[in-house]
């Protein structure tokens, strides 16, 4: 895999008390950020998902959303903006939005940028058990 020459370390909630802190490289789009979320929480990537740049939930103003074979290009989709193209700063928060219907919310903050290179993503801390994202048995 390409190193980037910039990394990001973001805070993302699931809820109070639970959250984790992650390391992603800034070539990384945010489809591969709702990939490295859902294994942080232990959640089957089996839904839909958004990103929305202005922390508003379904604010159309700055929004991201997971393209589908079947729609047209009128929308954003995670799949083609890295992190590195949104111009992240310390302090900018942002919420992403997993599965539509039960609408699992995440607030995301960026913590660090960091200038040097990054590998694949990490989880670099840990805190609080992750929601149950299908409550019974299968």
Known sequence: MKQAERAYVLSVSAG????????????????????????????????????FMDNRAWSDTDSYYMAFEDEDDDERHTCDITLDQLHLKPDTKFLYIF???????????????????????????SKGDPPVQYSGAF
């Not at 802190?21 to 990537?45: K, P």
């Not at 599965?99 to 960026?110: I, N, P």
């Not at 660090?112 to 990490?122: A, F, G, H, I, K």
């Open 16 to 51: 109070k008390g639970c959250y984790r802190h992650i390391r992603i490289s800034g070539d990384m789009t945010l489809e591969q950020l709702n990939e490295v979320i859902l294994e942080a929480f232990e959640f089957v990537n089996d839904h839909a998902h958004a990103f």
């Open 99 to 125: 599965d539509f219907g039960d609408e699992w919310l995440f607030q995301c903050k960026v913590l660090r940028v960091l200038e040097e290179l990054s590998d694949e993503p990490c989880v670099i801390l």
